[in-house]
């Protein structure tokens, strides 16, 4: 049984840093890409990280460019978000999605309906 589950969020100052977790099981597969979403109240899903099985290639939205760092331990395997300078904006629940058979950040930032997600830790940057 496929299980993806998020940890590390919050309530965090502006200017703050979290470090957000994702641990999946139940592949088959040892290596398989990871991705970073975020939902704000009233607003669509928005990516924002992304990390290859390949190569261990990053992506980013523009808008965590700089701040926010994703990195993977495949011996667990489990994949990090760390987030730096946070600001009131990153306030989301952020949640992350990964499949065995197909590549997640190939359509990065788009998150794909087939895609398997935890249910997400919550984010809170205010003062």
């Known amino acids: 049984q496929v299980q993806v589950m998020e940890s590390g969020g919050g309530l965090v100052q502006p200017g703050g840093s979290l470090r957000l977790s994702c641990a999946a099981s139940g592949f088959t597969a040892d290596y398989y890409d990871i991705g970073w979403f975020r939902q704000a109240p009233g607003k669509d899903p928005e990516g924002v990280s992304c990390?290859?099985?390949?190569?261990?290639?990053?992506y980013y939205a523009d808008s965590v460019k700089g701040r926010f760092t994703i990195s993977r331990d495949n011996a667990k395997p489990t994949a990090y978000l760390q987030m730096n300078d946070l600001k009131p904006e990153d306030t989301a629940v952020y949640f992350c999605a990964t499949h065995p058979h197909r590549l997640v950040c190939s359509i990065f930032p788009e998150l794909d309906d087939d895609d398997y997600r935890g249910q997400g830790t919550q984010v809170t940057v205010s003062s």
């Open positions: 990390i290859s099985k390949s190569d261990g290639s990053t």
